[in-house]
């Protein structure tokens, strides 16, 4: 079994900054890439920000130099350092993984997506 877990949400003036976490847990041999998708009430959830295991990011092109995607390959965890946010950022943001599981799953290239169960940012005008 693999866990996501998300925490760092809460509320904040627009202008302001927020730091999500996502830990991955469990049975894990090898996660690929890892992302940030968000979900805002009535709309479809989007990707936000998306890095790979040797660190190359991607940024949906609203966010493009106010979020930074990192990771922390030895602890299994990832971060959104969210900058200057606004009221549209408003949204439940999701981690998602894309993992093996064990060294079987590795070399017959196995591998699927695994999903936290978001935490909420809400950002105040």
């Known amino acids: 079994q693999v866990q996501l877990v998300e925490s760092g949400g809460g509320l904040v003036q627009a202008g302001g900054s927020l730091r999500l976490s996502c830990a991955a847990s469990g049975s894990i041999f090898s996660i690929n890439a890892m992302g940030w998708y968000r979900q805002a009430p009535g709309k479809q959830r989007e990707l936000v920000a998306a890095?790979?295991?040797?660190?190359?990011?991607n940024y949906v092109d609203s966010v493009k130099g106010r979020f930074t995607i990192s990771r922390d390959n030895a602890k299994n965890t990832a971060f959104l350092q969210m900058n200057s946010l606004k009221p549209e950022d408003t949204a439940v943001y999701y981690c998602?993984?894309?993992?093996?599981?064990?060294?079987?799953?590795?070399?017959?290239?196995?591998?699927?997506?695994?999903w936290g169960q978001g935490t909420q940012v809400a950002v105040s005008s």
């Open positions: 890095i790979t295991n040797g660190g190359s990011s």
């Open positions: 998602a993984a894309d993992i093996y599981q064990n060294y079987a799953d590795y070399v017959q290239a196995k591998h699927r997506d695994y």
